[in-house]
């Protein structure tokens, strides 16, 4: 199953929030979720509930993000 991550909401669990606020305290929501849509899709999603990875390489740094589709919405489960 093929999912178009640019028209899905995107939704954050709590412990994506946390790790997004405890790791880059400075970055604005907005842009993280612009990093996310322009990241590399290192590993798809086949099936709803299965968990993707998405990587995007800011300067020298990189920021990692796992997420799972459910109801045709992203859920971003975890920030690295």
Known sequence: MKYD???M???LKGHAR??????????SYKSMIHHFKTG???KR???TGDIGRI???IG????GFKF??????IWIITIE
């Open 60 to 63: 020298r740094a990189s920021i």
């Open 45 to 47: 999603p086949k099936k």
């Open 55 to 57: 990587v995007k390489r």
């Open 9 to 11: 909401k995107i939704n």
């Open 18 to 27: 946390k790790r997004f606020d405890e790791r880059f305290p400075d970055m």
């Open 40 to 42: 590399k899709l290192v």
């Open 68 to 73: 799972v589709v459910q109801n045709q919405e």
């Open 5 to 7: 991550i640019h028209s």
